[in-house]
């Protein structure tokens, strides 16, 4: 059984039965055999030699690691704790062993519960770059002003968690805003930290523009796309049309005399990127080829998540663009998200990318509900 707690984003595990402590231990103790196997096979000249291969095992390797680790922490202190019942017998001993009993029956519950979440299957995207791509809605202009309030928010969050921020291809507004916005953000655990922004984010304020102080509603769209290696996703040249134009908005003189832009349709798919933000036309097709790839992988994946319903309802929210998931209340200085009913009443600070809080009870509760539905 599962006990969750939303205010601290935390959760403890109570077993119902000896049955799911047995289940788990033998998943742990083939865990663990797998990655002794795999310890073999990463130092192989030969495996080495095949690099697509060898990439593939070296990250399941890291990916069983932490549990590794974790079980053979729980395996010393399980001894430790039977060591300990053998010397209450000495009574010179006795003291010692009731001090040794108490530390490892306090320490063991913990590490049992830990376990228990590391062995959640973890997203393989999770550590991957991201392509995010924010679009105005409904509501004109402010919406997309909103657009570009969204991308300075996350901007100055992925700052804050030390990733880079590379710009593909923007569509601005003459009042500061974005029609569309497609950024790359790049470093480790990347998409884990952003992959519940996907979806319609609502704002409701009064716009500068409004005379008579009435609150208008208006939304932007948020996709986040794992970006994903050519090993993931095979696009056979002959496939893809290349397109090149002038590239329009920031960037001088250059921008307009060069044919740097780039536009790339996948024509199987009908899938299209384009980037227009580097000054080489080289650098702008490298870039709207990692957009493509990943918009391809995304369709794909949004296909097989389709096909298993059971699944999709382990996770917060689809990912699905038309889902509400936020609203951000100016006027009650709310932010609320409504996939986990949590709101947060710090909107200067949440726009200034203090996003931790929102991102961490995400996290806890998509954890939470995935473990639940590995135990029923």
Not at 37 to 54: A, K, Y
Not at 229 to 253: C, W
Request: net charge negative; proline share 3%.
């Amino acid at each position: 059984m599962l006990q969750f707690n939303k205010k601290k984003a935390t959760y403890k595990i109570i077993y119902n039965n000896k049955k799911e402590e047995v289940f788990m231990f033998q998943r742990l103790e083939d865990v663990e055999k797998r990655y002794e196997e795999l310890n073999g096979l990463i130092s192989d000249p030969e495996v080495i030699s095949r690099q697509n291969e060898w990439k593939k095992l070296m990250k399941e390797h890291s990916d069983l690691e932490d549990i590794v680790i974790k079980y053979r922490e729980y395996k010393t202190v399980s001894k430790n704790l039977e060591e300990a019942k053998e010397m209450l017998d000495d009574p010179e001993m006795k003291e010692l062993a009731e001090m040794e009993m108490l530390d490892a029956k306090e320490k063991l519950p913990k590490i049992e519960e830990e376990l228990k979440i590391l062995l959640i299957p973890k997203d393989p995207n999770d550590d991957n770059n991201v392509i995010c791509e924010i679009r105005a809605g409904a509501g004109g202009d402010e919406a997309a002003l909103f657009a570009g309030v969204l991308f300075r928010m996350y901007s100055m969050y992925a700052e804050r968690k030390h990733f880079q921020i590379q710009v593909i291809n923007e569509n601005e507004t003459g009042i500061g805003g974005y029609k569309e916005i497609s950024f790359m953000i790049t470093g480790k655990g990347a998409y884990s930290r952003f992959k519940f922004e996907s979806g319609v984010h609502r704002v409701q304020r009064v716009p500068d523009t409004e005379s008579s102080g009435r609150i208008h509603t208006s939304t932007a769209t948020v996709a986040v796309l794992p970006e994903v290696e050519d090993v993931e996703v095979e696009i056979n040249p002959a496939d893809v049309r290349m397109e090149v134009f002038r590239a329009s908005g920031a960037g001088g003189q250059h921008v307009n005399k060069t044919s740097s832009a780039v536009r790339l349709i996948h024509e199987p798919t009908g899938i299209v990127a384009e980037c227009q933000t580097e000054r080489s036309q080289l650098q702008n097709r490298e870039y709207a080829m990692r957009l493509l790839r990943s918009r391809i992988y995304e369709q794909e994946r949004e296909k097989q998540e389709k096909a298993v319903a059971s699944e999709r309802r382990s996770q917060v929210g689809s990912g699905d663009r038309s889902e509400k998931i936020r609203t951000y209340n100016y006027p009650q200085g709310r932010i609320t998200d409504h996939r986990i009913g949590f709101s947060i009443f710090q909107m200067e600070n949440f726009l200034n990318g203090d996003m931790d809080e929102m991102v961490d009870n995400l996290i806890a509760t998509d954890r939470a509900e995935k473990l639940k539905g590995n135990n029923e």
